[in-house]
């Protein structure tokens, strides 16, 4: 005969099953729902397939085209003094069939893979500004390098803030 407590133990562990189940079913909707990945999206708006043979530090692409832009500590907030600069990206973009390369990067506080999500994050952000501007979505992918290829060697706020950025690729 099973104690209480052995009853007890099966049924809580019954409905830890059915919740874990219930939450997996949810979840199995919800990407069958959007169709694409977390990945896939930035900002609702769905990343293109990626252009072969094109890639930030490639032959193939112009990164003095643009002036960077440049974040806070920790930011992903575009600085109004900066809208000017996207403001012209966003206005070549509109016109062009030119595939845009937008990389994010941080300065060296932080963790390897903080910096990278950080980075990704400031990318994503110019990304959403150019698409509020008009700039089509189909031509624009976004990257993180986060730490990596300062603009500054330097260790000290002048040239974290140099280094906090987001740079334009594109392609030739």
């Known amino acids: 005969m099973k104690t209480s407590l052995q009853l007890l133990t099966r049924a809580a562990l019954c409905g830890v099953l059915v919740l874990s189940l219930d939450a997996c079913?949810?979840?199995?909707k919800k990407k069958q729902y959007t169709g694409v990945s977390?990945?896939?999206?930035v900002g609702g708006t769905p990343l293109p397939e990626r252009q072969e043979g094109v890639n930030f530090m490639g032959?193939?692409?112009d990164r003095s085209r643009f002036s960077p832009v440049h974040f806070g500590f920790d930011s992903t907030t575009i600085e109004p003094g900066?809208?000017?600069k996207l403001?012209?990206?966003a206005s070549f973009m509109k016109h062009s069939?030119?595939?845009l390369i937008i990389a994010g990067f941080t300065d060296e506080r932080g963790t390897a893979e903080y910096n990278r999500g950080l980075g990704e994050r400031r990318a994503q952000a110019v990304r959403a500004y150019l698409l509020e501007k008009?700039?089509?979505s189909a031509n624009i992918q976004t990257t993180s390098f986060g730490a990596e290829m300062p603009a500054s060697e330097g260790h000290d706020e002048a040239a974290w803030a140099k280094?906090?950025?987001a740079e334009f690729g594109v392609t030739k």
């Open 38 to 41: 977390d990945n896939d999206m």
């Open 134 to 136: 008009g700039a089509n």
């Open 59 to 61: 032959a193939n692409v």
């Open 25 to 28: 079913s949810l979840f199995h």
């Open 163 to 165: 280094n906090r950025r």
């Open 97 to 99: 069939d030119k595939q």
């Open 87 to 89: 403001n012209e990206v």
């Open 82 to 84: 900066d809208t000017a």
